[in-house]
């Protein structure tokens, strides 16, 4: 599976919009992208997932570039329940998840 | 829907003894179940996969006779740790596909392992 690159660490004001990148330059055409969050010792919560087109629920945004090297988690409205790890992971399908280190999400009041 | 449930959620045992840990779909068929291990400030770390009916795949580095794996059903994985010993304390986390879909994983809240 495609290897990701993301920042370690992001603060956002709550209320605002948290925009999460990640970089899969190595991404094959038939990879997703994921995008889980780990709240502190809890299990992860999936968020979403696409392949090119950019999707949305209830949770999050994903924009995926037109290349597919990179895209970012949009969260629209930060709350302090958003503080957590965020992983951007890259796979096929069948495919078991690979974690890597992920972004510190913090919201601050 | 796609519910995991992991038991028991926190457990202290002494080192030597042995540890079993159930995971369960509550709501779906699982035909694959994974099993993660996280230590401290670490990210999750897969150590090994589970099929219903067949031996559990482990990965490299991960002793398959320490960490026992059975999947008997398509709604149960336990993992039994024997031996334990201090070095294996740790956030243990099991994760389920759903039958016939797109093998989204689903997590179970964890369960966090002391050996004292």
């Known amino acids: 599976d495609a290897k990701t690159t993301q920042p370690p660490s992001m603060d956002c004001a709550e209320g605002r919009a948290a925009n999460l990148p990640c970089n899969h330059s190595?991404?094959?055409?038939?990879?997703?992208v994921y995008w889980y969050r780990q709240i502190h010792s809890q299990g992860p919560q999936y968020i979403i997932h696409?392949?090119?087109n950019n999707e949305t629920n209830e949770m999050a945004s994903l924009i995926i570039t037109e290349d597919r090297k990179s895209s970012t988690l949009i969260l629209p409205h930060a709350t302090l329940r958003d503080t957590a790890v965020y992983y951007c992971?890259?796979?096929?399908?069948?495919?078991?998840?690979?974690f890597g280190s992920g972004t510190q999400l913090t919201v601050l009041p | 829907g796609a519910v995991v449930s992991q038991h028991p959620s926190r457990v202290i045992c002494k080192s030597g003894t042995s540890v079993k840990i159930e995971c369960r779909s509550l709501?779906?068929?699982?035909?694959?179940m994974f099993w993660y291990r996280q230590f401290p400030k670490q990210s999750l770390m897969l150590m090994a996969t589970?099929?219903?009916?067949?031996?559990?795949?482990?990965e490299q580095g991960v002793e398959k006779d320490k960490f026992l794996i059975n999947h008997a059903s398509l709604t149960l994985s336990t993992l039994t740790v024997t031996s334990a010993h201090p070095e294996d304390s740790s956030f243990y986390i099991c994760?389920?596909?759903?039958?016939?879909?797109?093998?989204?994983?689903?997590f179970g809240p964890g369960t966090r392992l002391t050996v004292t």
């Open positions: 994760s389920a596909t759903i039958w016939g879909t797109s093998y989204e994983q689903y």
């Open positions: 992971i890259v796979r096929a399908s069948s495919r078991q998840l690979t």
């Open positions: 696409g392949l090119k």
């Open positions: 589970s099929n219903e009916g067949s031996k559990a795949t482990y």
């Open positions: 190595t991404i094959s055409g038939n990879e997703y």
């Open positions: 709501d779906f068929q699982a035909t694959t």
